[in-house]
Structure formats: structure tokens, C-alpha cells
């Protein structure tokens, strides 16, 4: 049955629940984890930025900048897209937009410290004679000349559906909240989550955080054995705030997507749900997890993960969709089944001054897992000439590495180039089971080339697969690059004039970034024989997959047009919800 009434619920309940929520909860599939969506800036803590950056007396600087101790500036400073570092006096107000602030023990500010975007670390107390303010939200701003003005970043306007009511204090607090989960998708339909979760401070610098949330998927039938139902319960004891170390356990019940990698959760839901096209494979995941982590510095973090999952095929739904809707849904592929013991590493490096729309810094994210079973039960449907032979004898193990490295500078005051380099795969052991295989091709990262143009199926011709598009190479590797140019828009409706600082545009349209682009990558079957490449080896770059595009991004939302240059194919046009990374 498909499932419409509770989604046309919800959709006319959103502007309620977002009139009431506080901080949406909002569940990630890929890691079974909970994170909190930050509010926008409030208004008028924007304007005064604004106001004070502007202002002819202050000393206005871009990037990290430092004051060593026994120097001293004289007047306000406003710095922006860069931390600063304080050692010496200040005779003023200090200004920080989209970067940190550390007040050394030597330091004196004799006016406010104001942060946007950033954390603030004061060494003493009296260091800073003013009020001390901090706001996490980052300022959305363009430039013009020298000064700066608000231009809000659409998507930051449009969080996930949900609501949340919250008691407590800053040292104790809980809630109960109600947000959409993970994805709108073939197998769930969209998933609701709901329930309690609860943060204490037992002692200065530690705390403990506890969730207990369900989760209701909509594209079931209510059976008897509670498939539509499932479930993440999660402890957390964390000690310290910006450098913080901690332990974490998990229960899960959850749809878990395979690559998750490419297009970002917002854009597969939006796609599924208005023109039935789901670009992820699923599987059912059900199991417990135990992780410590390592917080040297906020942009810093290092974790150590032993879970054990019980995975199982998923078989496709039938959800309502707005368009399309009396055609079939491309089918789930099933997976290996069985109970994965995985021990995992995982290193994570951030230094971007804003991670929704991002102009400089560094991201860095890799893994490195071992997993092995006791009774998987491989799919006999997959050929000897994609993998060989999986052991069903209890030794069987793998190991997997994913690395994700990306890039983001500022070359002029408005233009960016970003670059993304990303590889990972199969790295040793038994074959990969088919849930932690790969593929290449689609919107993204490829948008030249269709949907999974290279996965390593043509082989697999069992009924099992049919129309499934399985993902089953081994490895990939792949290379992005563009150029981001800001074209200078001003249109308004309403406008006042610039000496009119009471009256507000009713209506106001910025510019967007003319993006030029280019991909390159491939992805393969490692061993001997036709179609493979030994284990040490990679593809040569005559044969890597390689595309040239051009689009409009319009604060994420953008339109792009790409041509894939090594294999004749068509011109394809690709709208897209969010940054191509």
C-alpha cells in the first residue's frame, strides 16, 4: 500500500513545527548518530556585526591574525574568515566573524570580545574588561569593496521538519523531540523519529548525554513483527569542551544506505520523493557499538570502534511519490547477509570557516576497518568473475579503507577554487560483501556519465539483480576540481536608499557563482585476469572516467550542465539541492 496520508500530514504541519522547535534532532543513517541542527544568527546580532566591521574607526583584517604580548593596537578590530590570537592589549573592541578567538594570560581587551562562528578560549577573567559574547551560528555575508553586508544563506532557513520541547538548565537539561530521520527512500518511505534525550552536568567539564528515540517508517504494513519499527538508544560521557575526550555506546535498529558518499542526504530524499528516482541501495542494521574518541583541538577528533551489526536484505517498498508515482521502483539489490564484528579507526581534520558554504580551509576524513563473521551468508547470484568465492565456514574477513580529502581557497574577493581528492575500497582479506562495495557515475560525482556507469555488473545476470544497478567494484578513486566566481546581482523589490537605515527591502535577490567544473575518476575489480588490476597497481589516467560542466549555484541551490569527455556522452543536466562538496 502506498503510503501518503502521513506524509501530506506532515507537510502541512511544517511551518507549525518549525515556528516551535528549538533545535531540530535529526538522525544520520550512515553513522548511526544524532546531530543537533544550529538556529540561524539571530537578526539584529548580524546587523550589529555588520555595523561595527563597517564602521570607518575600526581596523578591519582577513585571515589568522595574532597580537604577541607587548604590543598593542589602539581602536576596535574586526577580523573575519580567520582566527585571531591575542598576547599583548587591546585598546577596543574585538570582532571575530567566522573564526576563533584564544586570549592569552598577558592579554587585555579593554572593550567587548565579540565571536560569530567560533569558540572563544580566555586564559583569565579580567583579561577582557567587556562583555564577552559567542555565537556558534556563522554570519552569512558577501563583500563589497572593503565592507561587508548580511546576505542569509537560503538553506539555513530551511531546516529538517521537526519539532522539539526542551526543560532544564544549562548544567541539566532533556527534551522531546519529533523530526524527520535520515531520508525520504523506497524501503522506509520517510522515516519519523521520536522520543527523549536528556544532557547533565555532573561535574565542570563533564557531561553525559543519553537518547532514547524510535523510529517510525512509513512505507510499511504495520506487520506483527515490527519492521516498521526501529530504534537508536545512545549513551555519551564526554569530558572537556574543546579539547575533549569521551566513550560512547549504541543500540541501533535503522536503515542503513549503502555509499553514501555521493549525493547528500537531502538531495537523494527530494529526488525519491518528488520523481521516484532513489540513487542508494539499503540495508536492515541491527546491532550495538562501543567508541572512544580523542578531541586534541575542535577541528581535531580521533576515534577507535568496535560494533557488532546484524545485516539484512531489504526489500523494496512501495511509497507514495509526487510524480511517477504508478511506476515501479528501480528494486533494492539484496546483500550478504549475517552478524559483522567490525573494528574500526577513524581520523577526521576540519578547518573550514563554515561548513555549509565553505571559502577556505582543509577537510580531511579517513577510516580504516576490519570487520569479520561467523555465518554470512553469501548471495549466490554473484559470478566468480566479480569476486571470488566467499569462505561460509566462520573465517571469513576483510578490510576496508575510505579516504575523503578536500580543499577550499580563496583566490580573489570573489572567486574560490575547491579541490577534492577521494579514494577507498577493498584494502585486504576476503572479498568485500556486497553492502560495502562501490561504483562511479551519476549526478554525482560524475554528473557526464549515467547513473553507476562503471559498478563492475555486467556480469551478474542472476534474476536476483535484475534492474537492481548493484554497486560491486572494489575500489574507486576519484579527482574533483572547480572554480567559483561570484556574479554581483542587486535586485530588489522595496529597496530603500542607502542613507535609509530604518527601511528594510521588502524583497531582495543576490548573485549567484558561476561554477566551472571537472571530474575524473574510476572504479574497478582488483586481481588477475580480463577486467582487473592487481592489488598494487591503479588505473592508468588514459582510462579514468572524466567529465566538464558548467553550472549556477545559487546559495547551494544550483544548476549544472556536464559532458562526459572520454566516452561520447550526452549532454546532461543536473539540478542540485546543495554544494557538489
Known amino acids: 500500500m502506498r503510503t501518503s496520508v502521513l506524509v501530506t500530514v506532515l507537510s502541512g504541519l511544517g511551518p507549525a513545527l518549525l515556528g516551535a522547535q528549538d533545535t531540530a534532532i535529526v538522525i544520520i543513517p550512515e553513522s548511526a548518530g544524532v546531530s543537533v541542527q544550529p538556529r540561524e ?39 573575519r574568515n580567520g582566527s585571531i590570537a591575542v598576547g599583548g592589549r587591546i585598546a577596543g573592541t574585538v ?33 577582557v574588561r567587556g562583555e564577552v559574547r559567542q555565537y556558534r551560528e556563522p554570519l552569512a555575508y558577501r563583500t563589497q569593496g572593503d565592507e561587508i553586508a548580511l546576505a542569509p544563506n537560503l538553506r539555513r532557513r530551511f531546516p529538517s521538519l521537526g519539532a522539539q520541547k526542551s526543560w532544564g538548565t544549562a548544567e541539566s537539561r ?43 517508517r512509513t512505507a510499511g504494513n504495520l506487520s506483527d513483527r515490527g519492521s516498521d519499527l526501529g530504534y537508536l538508544v545512545r549513551s555519551e560521557l564526554r569530558a572537556g569542551d574543546r579539547q575533549a575526550l569521551g566513550l560512547e555506546l549504541r543500540a541501533y535498529s535503522m536503515v542503513a544506505p549503502v555509499e553514501d558518499w555521493g549525493l547528500h542526504n537531502a538531495e537523494v530524499g527530494w529526488s525519491a520523493f518528488l520523481f521516484q ?21 575542535p577541528s581535531l577528533n580521533f576515534a577507535l570502534e568496535l560494533r ?58 579517513a577510516q580504516l576497518e576490519h570487520s569479520w563473521s561467523a555465518d554470512v551468508s ?45 579514494a577507498g575500497g577493498w584494502l585486504g582479506g576476503d572479498p568485500l560483501p556486497l553492502q560495502r562495495r562501490l561504483s562511479i557515475g551519476g549526478p554525482d560525482p560524475l554528473a557526464g556519465y549515467g547513473f553507476r556507469h562503471g559498478a563492475c555488473n555486467r556480469d551478474i545476470v542472476d534474476p536476483a539483480f535484475q534492474r ?52 575524473a575518476g574510476q572504479a574497478w575489480l582488483v586481481g588477475n585476469g580480463p577486467g582487473r588490476l592487481p592489488s598494487d597497481r591503479l588505473p592508468t589516467p588514459g582510462s579514468w572516467l572524466a567529465d566538464l560542466g558548467l553550472g549556477v549555484d545559487w546559495g547551494g541551490f544550483g544548476v549544472y550542465a556536464a559532458k562526459g569527455v572520454t566516452a561520447g556522452e550526452r549532454l546532461r543536466f543536473t539540478l542540485r539541492l546543495d554544494h557538489r562538496f
Open 174 to 216: 532533556s527534551a522531546l523531540t519529533i523530526a524527520t530521520s535520515g531520508t525520504f527512500n523506497r524501503v522506509e518511505g520517510l522515516p519519523i523519529v521520536f522520543g527523549p534525550t536528556f544532557d547533565w552536568k555532573v561535574a565542570d567539564g563533564l557531561r553525559i548525554r543519553f537518547d532514547a528515540l524510535g523510529i517510525f
Open 277 to 297: 528516482r532513489d540513487y542508494r541501495d539499503y540495508y536492515t542494521n541491527k546491532g550495538v557499538a562501543g567508541r572512544a574518541f580523542v578531541q586534541p583541538e
Open 41 to 79: 544568527l539571530p537578526r539584529i546580532v548580524a546587523e550589529e556585526a555588520i555595523r561595527l566591521y563597517n564602521a570607518s574607526t575600526t581596523t578591519r583584517l582577513v585571515g589568522r591574525t595574532r597580537l604577541p604580548r607587548g604590543n598593542e593596537w589602539r581602536g576596535d578590530v574586526a577580523v
Open 378 to 422: 553469501p548471495q549466490a547470484g554473484v559470478p566468480p568473475a566479480v569476486r571470488r568465492t566467499i569462505p561460509s565456514d566462520g573465517s571469513y574477513a576483510f578490510s576496508r579503507v575510505f579516504f575523503d580529502f578536500r580543499r577550499y581557497t580563496r583566490v580573489s574577493p570573489s572567486g574560490r577554487v575547491n579541490l577534492r581528492l577521494l
Open 95 to 127: 570582532l571575530v566573524i567566522n573564526g576563533d578567538a584564544a586570549i592569552d594570560s598577558t592579554a587585555e581587551i579593554t572593550g567587548d570580545l565579540i565571536v560569530i562562528g567560533g569558540t572563544v578560549t580566555v586564559a583569565r577573567a579580567s583579561a
Open 468 to 519: 537492481t544497478l548493484v554497486a560491486a567494484c572494489d575500489r574507486v578513486i576519484l579527482a574533483q576540481a572547480e572554480y567559483r566566481g561570484h556574479i554581483s546581482l542587486h535586485w530588489a523589490y522595496g529597496a530603500a536608499r542607502p542613507e535609509d537605515e530604518q527601511a528594510r527591502p521588502l524583497f531582495a535577490l543576490q548573485g549567484p557563482d558561476l561554477v566551472v567544473f571537472g571530474d
Open 308 to 365: 557488532r551489526d546484524g545485516q539484512t536484505s531489504a526489500p523494496t517498498r512501495d511509497p507514495w511519490t509526487v510524480f511517477r508515482n504508478a511506476q515501479a521502483w528501480r528494486p533494492n539489490p539484496p546483500i550478504d547477509d549475517g552478524h559483522y564484528v567490525t573494528l574500526g579507526g577513524y581520523f577526521t581534520l576540519d578547518t573550514r570557516n563554515d561548513q555549509l558554504d565553505p571559502t577556505a580551509g582543509w577537510q580531511l576524513r
